[in-house]
């Protein structure tokens, strides 16, 4: 499987950005999932919609602010950032996996990564 990441840039504090993310085949029993990265820290869970119920699932720091949404049928995963901080500066991927609940904020529990995209927040 092949993922695809794609959306992300240069924007200032405060304002919006959309990440979307393709798969090659059909992702509809599989966990996809958004994680970030910055040079010299490890790749932290940004948020998922759960295969099972389709309930989205945030880190703390970006609830209320992040939108994650599913389209099974497009195989796309999709993250509307909103008041974007200097903190949510990173390398975006999405990540897709055969996972359990409890397992979806680690990274080891996705296969598939894609490339990652660079988002970039100016204070």
């Known amino acids: 499987v092949q993922l695809q990441a794609s959306g992300g840039g240069l924007v200032q504090a405060g304002d919006s950005l959309g990440l979307s993310c393709a798969a090659s085949?059909?992702?509809?029993?599989?966990?996809m999932a958004w994680f970030r990265q910055v040079p010299g820290k490890e790749r932290d869970f940004v948020a998922t919609?759960?295969?099972?119920?389709?309930?989205?699932y945030y880190a703390d720091s970006v609830k209320g602010r992040f939108t994650v949404s599913r389209d099974n049928a497009k195989n796309t995963l999709t993250l509307q950032m909103n008041s974007l901080k200097p903190e949510d500066a990173a390398v975006y991927y999405c990540?897709?996996?055969?996972?359990?609940?409890?397992?979806?904020?680690?990274?080891?529990?996705?296969?598939?990564w894609g490339q990652g995209t660079l988002v970039t927040v100016s204070s």
């Open positions: 919609v759960f295969r099972n119920c389709g309930r989205p």
């Open positions: 085949e059909r992702t509809f029993n599989y966990v």
């Open positions: 990540a897709l996996g055969s996972t359990i609940l409890s397992q979806i904020y680690y990274p080891s529990a996705y296969k598939y």
